[in-house]
């Protein structure tokens, strides 16, 4: 079982977007990915994303202000996983509507984990 929808991945570090979406894709994943705030909406309203990982800390919009557009435009039913080195409190990522929190630097295990945990089973279209 695996979500039928794409995943969206927002971050503006090149290499971190590779690994995941290589990773990602490599099982089975359709993965969609955006270095900025602007390339995420435009994908996002394009390819409505089952989830959505975003990198806190961006220049521009961060991913807490995305988070917030990206509820604001999609609804509350697409989750949104933020991920960061930094101290993010729990306040700032529920205001944000964000469902949960993934810390850098993680691996396979750890992104494999919060697709299991926040995004709908469906099996593969």
Known sequence: MTISGPILVVDDEVKILRFVQSALTHKGYRVLTATNAQEALQSAEAERPELIFVDIRMPGMDGLQLARELRNRLGSAVPTVALTAASTTKAALQEA?????????????????CIARYAPSAPTQ
């Open 97 to 113: 509507g964000v469902s949960g929190l993934l810390r850098k630097p993680f691996d396979l295990d750890d992104i494999i984990e």
